[in-house]
Structure formats: C-alpha cells, structure tokens
Antibody, heavy 119, light 110 residues
Framework: QVQLVQSGAEVKMPGASVRVSCKTSGYTFTMYGIVWVRQAPGQGLEWMGWISTNNGDTNYAQKFQGRLTMTTDTSTNTAYMELRRLRSDDTAVYYC????????????WGQGTLVTVSS | QSALTQPASVSGSPGQSITISCTGTSSDVGGNNFVSWYQQHPDKAPKLMIYDVSSRASGVSSRFSGSKSGDTASLTISGLQAEDEADYYCTSYTGNSAWVFGVGTKLTVL
C-alpha cells in the first residue's frame, strides 16, 4: 500500500537548521509531487511548498522564501524539507503529503514530524 | 495569500446534518474548481475527504458531500456519527503550484 514515512522528532536551538525526510513506497515516485504542510501547536494547517519529483521544480510559500529548501532523491524515493534560521514560532508538526501531478489534492499524508525550537 | 475563512466550530446531534463553509476570493475558491476537504482527528495526520469541490475520496462515506457557490465552498455531513467529531480543513488551489488552507473548523457531535 502507499506509505509516506517521516523521520523522527527533532529539538533544535534558535538559528539552527532542521532537515525532515519523507520516505515513500507503494507507488511510482515520479508520478506524484510532494507537498509540505505544517501545524503549530493548537493551530491550523499551513501550506509550505511543493516539489516536482520529475524535475525538481519547486514553489515555496512567500513567508518561507530564503529559508526553505525542498529536494528529492529518486534513487530512494525520498523527499526532504530543510528549514534554516529556525525561530521559536517554527515549532510545529511538519507533514509531507503526496500530490498527483496535475491534480490538486493531497493523499495520503505522512505521520508528521514534531520539530521543537527552544533554547 | 490569506487563509480561507471557516467557522471556528460547528456542532450537531447524532443523525443530524451539518454544513461547514469555506470562504475565499476570486483568486482561489471562486476562481477554480480545485477545493478539497480534510478531516483531522486529534494527534493524527489529515485525511482527504473531498476533492475537486464535490468528488468523494476513495473509501469516504456517502454521508460526506461538497459543493461550491461563488467564493464559498461547503462541506455537508449528513447522518452525523460520533466518529465524525474532528477538525475539518478546506484548501484551494491558487495557481502556479500553490495552495491555501482554511483556518479549520472543530466539529462537535453532541
């Protein structure tokens, strides 16, 4: 079955970087893009960006421009999200989700990765 | 891009129907038919329920339906059941491989 399995929880100091992985299985990796969405404690979902697994094209939400990089490794069917210059308000659960090429829905989602930014 | 507007909370008794609205602008909800809805139980990942305004995702009960009029999309749940109690989020495509989420609605089954 289709699965997206994310890396484990992280604790980071302010100013540091974090890299979260999303290992996929059960489908043809390059037929679906990957989106990243985060959820701060007690808050709603926030779209962060999208990456094409075909050619690496990306589009990031404006608020993350300059701090966010999404990449993929087609040899391991894994997507990565790196967020730099972390602040306390980056504390959140980060989700990856599969997005079919040319369609506009996300399914399924990874289990989420809690990133805590604290000194 | 501002978050789409949803009511903070809605409630209903078992067996009743409820509707959750999702209001955007002509740049998102009103400008295309790419609205989807997600259900999220506490401490769980979101689950796709409805896509392209009114299409049910695989395995989703027919009690869930979606619609749209102008800049407002709606999710209706009929025959409410206890397991429907969750948070619900809408999202809309905004063009150029970008999306915006609604603020979320907490559904309470009384």
């Amino acid at each position: 079955q289709v699965q997206l399995v994310q890396s484990g929880a992280e604790v980071k100091m302010p100013g540091a970087s974090v890299r979260v992985s999303c290992k996929t299985s059960g489908y043809t990796f390059t037929m679906y893009g990957i989106v990243w969405v985060r959820q701060a404690p007690g808050q709603g979902l926030e779209w962060m960006g999208w990456i094409s697994t075909n050619n690496g094209d990306t589009n990031y939400a404006q608020k993350f421009q300059g701090r966010l990089t999404m990449t993929t490794d087609t040899s391991t069917n894994t997507a990565y999200m790196e967020l730099r210059r972390l602040r306390s308000d980056d504390t959140a659960v980060y989700y990856c989700a599969r997005r079919p090429n040319y369609w506009n829905w996300f399914d399924p989602w990874g289990q989420g990765t809690l990133v805590t930014v604290s000194s | 891009q501002s978050a789409l507007t949803q009511p903070a909370s809605v409630s209903g008794s078992p067996g009743q129907s409820i509707t959750i609205s999702c209001t955007g602008t002509s740049s998102d909800v009103g400008g295309n038919n790419f609205v989807s809805w997600y259900q999220q139980h506490p401490d769980k990942a979101p689950k796709l329920m409805i896509y392209d305004v009114s299409s049910r995702a695989s395995g989703v009960s027919s009690r869930f339906s979606g619609s749209k009029s102008g800049d407002t999309a709606s999710l209706t749940i009929s025959g409410l059941q206890a397991e429907d109690e969750a948070d619900y989020y809408c999202t809309s495509y905004t063009g150029n491989s970008a999306w915006v989420f609604g603020v979320g609605t907490k559904l309470t089954v009384l």
